[in-house]
């Protein structure tokens, strides 16, 4: 009698077990199909690790996120429609199409010997003649330099080194806050501004630079314990100073919102505090 109850437990649990690993595996496959779904293909050629990557977003209403690191063995690019949700059921509702999925953007890969460039941009495609706020992803091995342009959302930008230009904000759209955070020695020029969200650059202890930090509405702050900052002029709204005798121009604003530098030690994992 005990050795039967025993089988019938021992099938019962196995049967469990089962249901479950079929379920997870149900999950991650849907979960696989939906990223696919929400991938946007690159023309040309893988973007690899080992030559240089110049990368240009540009997302007229959204946020935009650039992570550079090595794992990424290839450049990937994912998008997301804000309120997905709300708009399926308004679609159903009120009988016009909607596309969650639809080619929003296109990416184009095109290179010269070992200069390779990824190219973001927004596609044509609307909703009722209404463009959605979309979220953009970029993931990349290796990034040498960016180019951003976004409205409707803030910018995230991790691992970049070399030239960096943001703008975030037009004026139709107000922009989001920028935070670009590096643990690549900055030594070339950095340029971001926003029109509606703070502006903040994490950086480590070898980078340099000549510094403007501009906020008329907001603070402006340097901090840091490493390196020597020569020739610091602060004024409401208004920082200038020259850290590590760098030449290369970093010029921050926010038109809205505070101007800042932080320098630590592991610049990619820090937070800034700031309400995103």
């Given at each position: 009698m005990f050795k039967t109850r025993s089988m019938i437990l021992l099938a019962a649990l196995a049967a469990l077990t089962l249901t479950g690993c079929t379920r997870m595996g149900g999950l991650r496959a849907r979960m696989a199909a939906d990223e696919l779904a929400h991938t946007v293909p690159i023309q040309g050629d893988p973007v690899i690790l080992g030559r240089l990557n110049a990368v240009v977003v540009e997302n007229p209403y959204g946020k935009v996120k650039v992570y550079a690191k090595p794992a990424h063995e290839q450049a990937h690019i994912t998008f997301r429609v804000q309120q997905e949700r709300r708009l399926r059921w308004r679609a159903a509702r009120q009988g016009?199409?909607?596309?969650?999925?639809?080619?929003?953007?296109?990416?184009?890969?095109?290179?010269?010997?070992?200069?390779?460039?990824?190219?973001?941009?927004?596609?044509?495609?609307?909703?009722?003649?209404?463009?959605?706020?979309?979220?953009?992803?970029?993931?990349?091995?290796?990034?040498?330099?960016?180019?951003?342009?976004?409205?409707?959302?803030?910018?995230?930008?991790?691992?970049?080194?070399?030239?960096?230009n943001v703008i975030s904000g037009d004026e139709e759209v107000a922009g989001g806050p920028i935070e670009i955070r590096t643990d690549k020695k900055q030594v070339e020029e950095i340029y971001a501004m926003s029109n509606g969200g703070h502006v903040t650059l994490v950086t480590g202890p070898e980078s340099a630079g000549t510094f403007e930090l501009?906020?008329?509405?907001?603070?402006?702050?340097?901090?840091?314990?490493?390196?020597?900052?020569?020739?610091?002029?602060?004024?409401?709204?208004?920082?200038?100073?020259?850290?590590?005798?760098?030449?290369?121009?970093?010029?921050?604003?926010?038109?809205?919102?505070d101007a800042s530098v932080i320098v630590v030690e592991n610049p990619v994992m820090h937070s800034s505090g700031k309400t995103w």
């Amino acid at each position: 009698m005990f050795k039967t109850r025993s089988m019938i437990l021992l099938a019962a649990l196995a049967a469990l077990t089962l249901t479950g690993c079929t379920r997870m595996g149900g999950l991650r496959a849907r979960m696989a199909a939906d990223e696919l779904a929400h991938t946007v293909p690159i023309q040309g050629d893988p973007v690899i690790l080992g030559r240089l990557n110049a990368v240009v977003v540009e997302n007229p209403y959204g946020k935009v996120k650039v992570y550079a690191k090595p794992a990424h063995e290839q450049a990937h690019i994912t998008f997301r429609v804000q309120q997905e949700r709300r708009l399926r059921w308004r679609a159903a509702r009120q009988g016009f199409e909607f596309d969650p999925v639809g080619e929003y953007f296109k990416a184009i890969h095109s290179h010269n010997g070992e200069l390779s460039t990824l190219s973001v941009m927004p596609t044509d495609l609307t909703v009722e003649g209404y463009r959605p706020p979309i979220d953009l992803t970029v993931e990349i091995p290796q990034c040498d330099g960016i180019e951003v342009r976004n409205a409707g959302g803030k910018v995230i930008i991790v691992g970049v080194e070399g030239a960096i230009n943001v703008i975030s904000g037009d004026e139709e759209v107000a922009g989001g806050p920028i935070e670009i955070r590096t643990d690549k020695k900055q030594v070339e020029e950095i340029y971001a501004m926003s029109n509606g969200g703070h502006v903040t650059l994490v950086t480590g202890p070898e980078s340099a630079g000549t510094f403007e930090l501009v906020a008329p509405r907001g603070k402006t702050s340097f901090s840091s314990r490493y390196g020597v900052v020569d020739h610091s002029l602060p004024k409401v709204g208004h920082w200038t100073g020259i850290w590590n005798d760098g030449t290369n121009s970093i010029y921050l604003e926010s038109q809205d919102g505070d101007a800042s530098v932080i320098v630590v030690e592991n610049p990619v994992m820090h937070s800034s505090g700031k309400t995103w």
